[in-house]
Nanobody, 116 residues
Framework: QVHLVESGGGLVQPGGSLKLSCAAS????????MRWHRQAPGKERELVAG????????SYADSVKGRFTISRDNAKNTAYLQMNSLKPEDTAVYYC?????????WGQGTQVTVSS
């Protein structure tokens, strides 16, 4: 059975940092591209960052470019999102997503709140 479990969310002050983790099981992790999405209250879910199956290619939304870094450790079946210089507008539920062809797996999300 496929599982994606996010962790690492919480409350942080503006300018602070958090590192999210996404632990995967039940599928061949190193064959899937991984993405992080977020959804703020009253807004549509948006793609934040993506990484290829081997980790050689990454992409970012303009709103997080230069502040967030996506990575993965295929030996640990885990994807990460390092978030620096956090802003109040980064407040959202963050979801990890594994995708390959017709497969599209999602985690349950982790809350990130940026507030003083």
């Amino acid at each position: 059975q496929v599982h994606l479990v996010e962790s690492g969310g919480g409350l942080v002050q503006p300018g602070g940092s958090l590192k999210l983790s996404c632990a995967a099981s039940g599928f061949t992790f190193n064959s899937y591209g991984m993405r992080w999405h977020r959804q703020a209250p009253g807004k549509e879910r948006e793609l934040v960052a993506g990484i290829s199956s081997r980790g050689s290619v990454t992409s970012y939304a303009d709103s997080v470019k230069g502040r967030f870094t996506i990575s993965r450790d295929n030996a640990k079946n885990t994807a990460y999102l390092q978030m620096n210089s956090l802003k109040p507008e980064d407040t959202a539920v963050y979801y990890c997503n594994a995708r390959q062809l017709a497969d599209d797996f999602w985690g349950q999300g982790t809350q990130v709140t940026v507030s003083s």
